[in-house]
Structure formats: structure tokens, C-alpha cells
């Protein structure tokens, strides 16, 4: 469920969309003679990897990966391997996953946001692993063209308290914007920072449902309020919305201003996951309970009956070992990601690490410290 905009945003999203158009049909025009290039990226330990390019990585990307990948992640993948990169337009993870289970995107790779949108391929054997990388902070991110600017600015500089936010949030005339829970886990994340926000900073009960427009028939709130991954941060930017959710990385990336969330609140300190787990949400008939927010990759199965198919392309493996390699962990952790060791949670019937990951990639995971979660 996302909103319709007005034309300027529009305007602004369909150049956005150009260029990333370009930028992959730049890759795949480029894909035939890096296919005999040899590159070096630096390893895990500082050593110096060989690598031949093999064609091109398709990567679905969460919407908030989409300036990273293109502008970042992308060019850096392909000066370390050789290797070009695309793949189908970005979207919210779950909105990815679905897509790839209609058969509607083909990609390689994904890079989802929390592991459940990977996770949901498991059953039709589409992925075998999802791999947490990195935690993703969440923020609320505001426009310098608000009205209420300089009551943001206050809050962001300690000026006025942190709950100040909430009454502004239930301000007639103020413009929040926010993600849809059963396309975008940011959607559902911001629904339960505002529900524990009730609880941590001791705002009035039921502040969190008034400022979400929440009620028994509106369980995600206001439709007016939700809007499309890749595109709230440009909403915010040009001041279509007041103030929204984002994450640390993506705000940071996109110039915006933002106030910081403490750790009680932003879903980034593993330290508060059990006061996380106290709220939870029902989106699509599933509970959802509060948890550390994580990056996470996997390599996707083509649709083959009722086993795992082999990939067609090595880029795509390429692509997963690089998210992996120091190179790529330095672009994380610059742009707000904070780096832990890899956790791997496992597709039933597949045991190990070495079960799940190429050689390549399982070497990077050891490296690391990588761990698979028993939960």
C-alpha cells in the first residue's frame, strides 16, 4: 500500500530511475570485456585476492540499498573483480522476495533488510542461507524545507527532549512519512520504535497509535503516511513529508539531517534485544517481535521442482564473497553500517555453513569469525 505523490516527485523519481537504468546498461555493455580482466580486492586479513571477471551480478537490492549499490557498492565490485553488476529495481525486501517467488524478478543475489524476506524463500527452495553482514540503525530523518524545522533541529541538538518528537508526530498539518509493513520491514520497525517509545521515554498511553493514525481497522495506520522505500528519501529531502523513518546509512548517504535514536530505540544495539522482543506487530497474519535489524545476502536458486538448481552465473557468487571483503565492510561501516561478525541462518535440510556457501564465500565467513545461529 504506498501513496501517490505529487507530480515533483514523481518528476524526481522517474530521473532517479533513469539513472540507474543507464548505470545498468552501462554494466552489461561492459560485462563481454571485463569478462577477461583480471582485478585484486583486499581480503579479510589484508592479503590480496586474484580475481577474473565472470559477467555480470544480478543483485535485488532492498529499497534503502539502491544510491549504496549503484553509486558504491557496484563500481567498487567491479574494479575489485572485473565483474559488471544490475539487477530488477529496487523495492522493500519483502515486496523482493515475493516477486522472486512469482517468478516476476530473476536475480542472483539479494540484499534484504532482516533476514525474514530471505527466509520466506527457504520453503521453495530458492535460497539456502541468509547472512546477517551488518546492523542498520534506525533514524528519523527531516527536511530542512519543514515548517518545522527548527523544532527537529532542537531535538536533534538536545535542545528539546527526545518525546518532544511524538507531539509533533500528533501535530495537525505535520507530515510524517513512513514505509507499508507487509512490503518494507522498515515500515514495521518504525510502527514498534514508536510503540517502545511509549515505554522508554514515558509518553502518554496510546501517543504511538494517535501519531500513526492506528486503529482495529487500521492496524499499519494512516495510508497517507506510507510511502515507497526508494523514495521517502527523496519525499523527505524535497520537503514532501516533515520527517520520516529511515536508516542511519541511507539518511547519511542522501545528505539529509537526522536525529539519532538511542539504543533503546533504534534496533542496532544487540545489548537491548530483549527489551526489543517486549513489542511485536501482526503484519500479513505473521507476529513480528522487535529484533536487532540486520543487512543481510543470499544467493537465489532459479525455480527448479523441489531441490535446490545450480545458478547460472559465478558473478553473483563473486558478488556475495565481496560483500565480505574488506573493501565492502569499509563502504558499510562509512556510511553508518555497524560491522559484526557474518551469522548464517540455514534453510531446513541444509546443516552446515559448508552445506550452504561456494568455497569462496565460506572462506570470507571463517575469516570473519562467522558463526550459524542456532535459533
Known amino acids: 500500500m504506498t501513496r501517490l505523490r505529487d507530480s515533483k516527485s514523481l518528476l524526481l523519481r522517474s530521473t532517479a530511475l533513469l539513472c540507474v537504468a543507464a548505470l545498468v546498461a552501462l554494466g552489461s555493455a561492459v560485462s563481454a570485456s571485463a569478462a577477461v580482466t583480471t582485478r585484486s580486492s583486499r581480503g579479510p586479513t589484508g592479503g ?12 535485488a537490492c532492498a529499497g534503502s540499498l539502491l544510491k549504496l549499490y549503484y553509486d558504491t557498492l557496484g563500481p567498487a565490485f ?25 517468478n516476476e524478478i530473476s536475480p542472483g543475489a539479494f540484499l534484504a533488510i532482516t533476514s525474514q524476506a530471505i527466509e520466506e524463500l527457504f520453503p521453495k527452495h530458492r535460497a539456502k542461507f541468509a547472512m546477517a553482514i551488518a546492523a542498520d540503525p534506525l533514524v528519523v530523518a527531516y527536511s530542512r524545507h519543514s515548517r518545522y524545522f527548527t523544532q527537529l533541529n532542537e531535538i536533534k541538538t538536545g535542545k528539546k527532549p527526545l518525546s518532544y518528537l511524538f507531539t ?16 518494507d ?18 509518553l502518554a498511553p496510546g501517543e504511538a497509535d494517535r501519531a500513526l493514525g492506528i486503529t482495529t481497522s487500521l492496524p499499519y495506520g494512516s495510508a497517507s503516511q506510507q510511502y515507497d522505500e526508494d523514495a521517502l528519501p527523496v519525499d523527505i529531502q524535497t520537503g514532501i513529508v516533515d520527517a520520516g523513518s529511515e536508516y542511519l546509512p ?8 537526522y536525529i ?7 534496533f542496532a544495539s544487540p545489548s537491548e534485544s530483549s527489551l526489543y522482543s517486549t513489542v511485536s506487530l501482526k503484519v500479513s497474519g505473521v507476529v513480528q517481535h522487535g529484533q536487532v535489524v540486520y543487512l ?27 560483500m565480505l571483503s574488506a573493501r565492502a565492510r569499509d563502504i558499510l561501516e562509512s556510511v553508518g553500517y555497524r560491522l559484526r561478525p ?23 565467513f571463517h575469516d570473519l569469525g562467522g558463526k550459524v545461529s542456532t535459533s
Open 48 to 59: 590480496h585476492t586474484a580475481h577474473t571477471g565472470h559477467g555480470t551480478a544480478s543483485v
Open 78 to 102: 567491479k574494479k575489485a573483480t572485473g565483474d559488471a553488476y544490475g539487477g530488477p529495481p529496487c523495492a522493500g525486501s519483502d515486496a523482493l522476495a515475493q516477486e522472486i517467488l512469482s
Open 168 to 183: 509533533l508526530f500528533t501535530t495537525p498539518g505535520f507530515r510524517l512519512g513512513r514505509t507499508s509493513p507487509p512490503q
Open 185 to 202: 520491514p522498515q515500515g514495521a520497525f518504525f510502527i514498534l520504535m514508536c510503540d517502545l517509545a511509549e515505554k522508554v521515554l514515558h
Open 250 to 257: 541511507e539518511a547519511i548517504q542522501y545528505g539529509l539531517d
Open 260 to 266: 539519532v535514536l538511542p539504543s533503546t530505540l533504534d
Open 296 to 322: 543481510n545476502s543470499t544467493l537465489v536458486s532459479p525455480k527448479k521442482g523441489t531441490s535446490f538448481a545450480p545458478r547460472a552465473e559465478a558473478a553473483d557468487e563473486a558478488f556475495i564473497a565481496f
Open 342 to 364: 557474518p551469522v548464517l541462518f540455514l534453510a531446513h535440510g541444509v546443516k552446515t555453513a559448508a552445506d550452504a556457501l561456494p568455497p569462496t564465500i565460506l572462506k570470507l
